[in-house]
């Protein structure tokens, strides 16, 4: 924030890097960036791509079909992409944080539910009417800190916003109050969601 304070006329990271850099700094942002965004799409639409077959196989049995809606998918990415402005492009976040939000307290009733039930119990290999609590599981740490990185992924785009906004002057005082919920939320959840399931 304090360095597109400096350079004002800025409006991304990759401008910064060729004001403070080269232009192989600004090279380096550009690529970094790239791999990070196209990284992140692909990871969505498989994960979206997978849910849809999974949710369409359970309550029509059309199943198998996890690479077609990948392919569909890309059409309304490719589509949205194409817009060159983030204060348009907040509408469609804002319906996307509608959704996730009202899926997380949903998830949160569910768990508690389960909670206050007992917990929830993952069976063992040998006797799946006994459960397996698991303390602490290092492939598991390691592949949730790997996903929780998808929830700062917008990170790329905060100057972009920035030099879209109104009220330039509130921007930092706003983004730090909204990461500060999103890891408390978070926080909030997955220690709910251990303690109902323990591992």
């Not at 198998?64 to 983030?86: F, V």
């Not at 039930?117 to 290092?138: E, I, L, Q, R, S």
Request: charged share 15%; proline share 2%; hydrophobic share 45%.
């Amino acid at each position: 924030m304090d360095l597109h304070d400096r350079h004002p006329e800025t409006h991304s990271y990759s401008e910064i890097a060729a004001k403070v850099t080269n232009k192989w700094g600004k090279l380096t942002v550009d690529i970094s960036i790239w791999v990070m965004q196209l990284s992140v799409c692909c990871s969505y639409l498989y994960f979206i791509a997978e849910q849809l077959d999974y949710v369409l196989c359970d309550e029509v049995e059309y199943c198998g079909k996890k690479n077609m809606y990948i392919l569909l998918l890309t059409i309304p990415a490719l589509s949205i992409s194409m817009i060159r402005t983030y204060t348009f492009l907040s509408y469609f976040i804002v319906v996307g944080l509608s959704v996730a939000f009202v899926g997380l307290i949903s998830m949160m009733g569910y768990m508690s539910d389960v909670t206050a039930k007992g917990g929830g119990c993952v069976p063992t290999a040998t006797d799946p009417h006994v459960c397996d609590f698991v303390t602490w599981n290092t492939n598991g740490i390691i592949g949730h800190i790997g996903f929780a990185m998808f929830v700062f992924e917008g990170n790329a785009a905060v100057t972009n916003v920035r030099a879209e906004t109104k009220n330039t002057h509130k921007y930092h005082c706003i983004l730090t109050s909204a990461i500060t919920f999103m890891v408390c939320i978070y926080h909030v959840f997955a220690t709910l969601a251990y303690w109902t399931y323990r591992g």
